[in-house]
C-alpha cells in the first residue's frame, strides 16, 4: 500500500519502466494533465478537473477519449489500492506514440497515466504564512492550457527555491499574473483583488472556488482585474491558490512585509471557510 500508478486501466507498481521512446509528451512535452486532492479518500472538487482536463485537450486537438465516469472509476482504483486517504492524483493524457515529427500524427491514440502518491496538509506553513519572490513571466502565451510542458513554472518554481521562498510570482511587462504553480490574490480594504481568467493564467480550480463560493459566503467582493507590483506592494493581505496549495498566507514579498506580517483576518477567515468545503464534500478534512 502507497504510492502507485495506473496506465491504460492497468495498476502499475512505479517503478515500471511504461514511456515509449517517441511518446510525444516525452519528446514535445504534447500533452496535458491534471492534479486532483484526495481527503479522506474521496476526491475534492473531480468535475472541474475533468472539465478543465476537457479545455486543455480541446485547447491542443488532442481526442478526449475517456468519459468523466470513466476517470471518475480511475480515481477511484487508484485510491483503493493504494490504500492513501490524504493524497493527490497526478493525471496526464500524452498526443501518444508516433515517429518524431512536429506535426500531428495521422492516427492519434491518446496515452493516459495517472499516479497517487500521499499529500499533506499545510496547516503550519498557513498558520505562520509563507514567503515568495517575483520573477519575470517567461511562459508562452496559451497558460490557460495545463500543458505537462512547464519550462517556465520550472524555472520560476527553482529561482523561488534557490531564494528560500515558497512559490514564485511571475510578473509578465509590469502585470502580476500568477504563481509557477498557484494563482495570485491579493486584499485590498477588504476586496479581493486576482488576475482576470484569459490566455495569462491558468483558471486555478481552488481560484474558482474562492471567487464563486467562499468569498460571496464571507460577503466580499471579489475584481478579477489586472494590477502591477506597486499596487500589490500596497496590500494589506496576500494569499495563493492551488490544489496542493490550498489557501496559502504570504507574509513577505520579494523581502517586503506584507501587512503587519502575520497573516490577515481575511485570508485566515478563508482559510477556515475553504477546510470547511472540503469536510462538506469529503466528509472531512
Ligand atoms: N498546479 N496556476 C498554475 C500555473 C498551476 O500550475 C496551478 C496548479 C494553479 C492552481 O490551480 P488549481 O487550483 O486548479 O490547482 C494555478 C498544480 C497543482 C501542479 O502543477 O501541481
Redesign the pocket.
Known amino acids: 500500500m502507497g504510492p502507485i500508478g495506473l496506465v491504460d486501466g492497468r495498476i502499475i507498481d512505479l517503478s515500471e519502466k511504461i514511456v515509449e521512446m517517441e511518446d510525444r509528451g516525452y519528446q514535445f512535452g504534447d500533452g496535458v494533465?491534471?492534479?486532483t486532492?484526495i481527503y479522506n479518500g474521496r476526491p475534492f472538487?473531480l468535475r472541474?478537473?475533468i472539465d478543465?482536463l476537457y479545455h486543455s485537450l480541446r485547447g491542443l486537438r488532442i481526442p478526449g477519449v475517456y468519459t468523466f465516469d470513466e476517470l471518475a472509476a480511475f480515481h477511484e482504483r487508484l485510491i483503493k489500492e493504494s490504500g492513501l486517504t490524504s493524497a493527490?492524483v497526478?493525471l496526464q493524457i500524452t498526443r501518444g506514440v508516433a515517429p518524431r515529427y512536429h506535426g500531428f500524427p495521422e492516427t492519434t491514440v491518446p496515452r493516459l497515466t495517472m499516479s497517487i502518491r500521499p499529500a499533506k496538509t499545510n496547516t503550519e506553513l498557513q498558520a505562520s504564512g509563507a514567503k515568495a519572490i517575483y520573477v519575470p513571466d517567461e511562459?508562452w502565451l496559451r497558460?490557460d492550457i495545463?500543458s505537462i510542458n512547464?519550462l517556465g513554472?520550472i524555472l520560476a518554481k527553482q529561482a523561488g527555491k534557490e531564494a528560500g521562498a515558497f512559490e514564485a510570482v511571475q510578473v509578465r511587462g509590469r502585470i502580476v499574473t500568477?504563481?509557477?504553480?498557484?494563482?495570485f490574490f491579493l486584499v485590498k480594504d477588504g476586496v479581493l483583488w486576482t488576475h482576470p481568467v484569459n490566455n495569462l493564467?491558468?483558471?486555478?480550480?481552488?481560484?474558482?472556488?474562492v471567487i464563486e463560493k467562499l468569498a460571496p459566503q464571507l460577503g466580499l467582493p471579489v475584481i478579477e482585474k489586472e494590477f502591477d507590483r506597486s499596487f500589490a506592494f500596497k496590500a494589506d493581505e496576500i494569499f495563493l491558490?492551488?490544489?496542493?496549495?490550498e489557501i496559502m498566507p504570504l507574509v513577505l514579498m520579494d523581502g517586503d512585509r506584507v501587512g503587519d506580517g502575520k497573516p490577515g483576518p481575511v485570508t485566515r477567515k478563508l482559510v477556515a471557510a475553504y477546510d470547511e468545503l472540503v469536510a462538506q464534500e469529503c466528509g472531512s478534512k
Open positions: 494533465y491534471e492534479v486532492r472538487a472541474p478537473h478543465r493527490a497526478y511562459r497558460c495545463k512547464l513554472n500568477e504563481g509557477s504553480s498557484s494563482n493564467i491558468l483558471s486555478g480550480i481552488t481560484r474558482t472556488l491558490t492551488g490544489t496542493t496549495t
